[in-house]
T-cell receptor, first 114, second 111 residues
Framework: AQSVSQHNHHVILSEAASLELGCNYS??????LFWYVQYPGQHLQLLLK??????LVKGIKGFEAEFIKSKFSFNLRKPSVQWSDTAEYFCAVTANQAGTALIFGKGTTLSVSS | DVKVTQSSRYLVKRTGEKVFLECVQD?????MFWYRQDPGLGLRLIYF???????EKGDIPEGYSVSREKKERFSLILESASTNQTSMYLC??????????FGPGTRLTVT
């Protein structure tokens, strides 16, 4: 069975600091990888996704993630966070086959102070 | 834009009641999903459906059932609500790609 592990439960940063949120998954086959974000009081939104090709993917709001197949990792990065990035971030994975569902990590809460 | 709507944003029910949560998507998607979201536990998959009248158990199906009579509608049923089912319930749909689109959620409180 697939599983997703997010290393940090709560991250606290000052504005302009760099961000890296860790995500590892366990699955032996081909996967599709996602990062979702949930701002306070809002519903889940897709931040970025990886299906194939260039392992460095760029998403909205200056976020990027790198897929490292050998490490089963898909870490999220942003060079300089803003107060408005305060949110909960979820890493998710699905096997690249029909009839499967997204499996989520437990989430990382990011708090950015101005 | 894909739109996934859920029948209620907030719901309060009593222990033992039968509860129906409805989800509708407008993009003719084959796949639909129900998750519950709890602090510190992330999103956990309850049930999903890849076609009308088809259903698959997710990671935590106990105490829940689902119904998919029409392609656009996927219902989650709590046969006899219990306090440990107090949670945020999220519905999602997915088409040919693997990207899932989420509804706004239903915050259910069982007292």
């Amino acid at each position: 069975a697939q599983s997703v592990s997010q290393h940090n439960h709560h991250v606290i940063l000052s504005e302009a600091a760099s961000l890296e949120l860790g995500c590892n998954y366990s699955y032996g086959g081909t996967v599709n990888l996602f990062w979702y974000v949930q701002y306070p009081g809002q519903h889940l939104q897709l931040l970025l996704k990886y299906f194939s090709g260039d392992p460095l993917v760029k998403g909205i709001k200056g976020f990027e993630a790198e897929f490292i197949k050998s490490k089963f990792s898909f870490n999220l990065r942003k060079p300089s966070v803003q107060w408005s990035d305060t949110a909960e971030y979820f890493c998710a994975v699905t096997a690249n086959q029909a009839g499967t569902a997204l499996i989520f990590g437990k989430g990382t809460t990011l708090s950015v102070s101005s | 834009d894909v739109k996934v709507t859920q029948s209620s944003r907030y719901l309060v029910k009593r222990t033992g009641e039968k509860v129906f949560l409805e989800c509708v998507q407008d993009m003719d998607h084959e796949n639909m999903f129900w998750y519950r979201q709890d602090p510190g536990l992330g999103l956990r998959l309850i049930y999903f459906s890849y076609d009308v009248k088809m259903k698959e158990k997710g990671d935590i199906p106990e105490g829940y059932s689902v119904s998919r009579e029409k392609k656009e509608r996927f219902s989650l049923i709590l046969e006899s609500a219990s306090t440990n089912q107090t949670s945020m319930y999220l519905c999602a749909s997915r088409g040919d790609t693997y990207e899932q689109y989420f509804g706004p959620g239903t915050r259910l409180t069982v007292t």
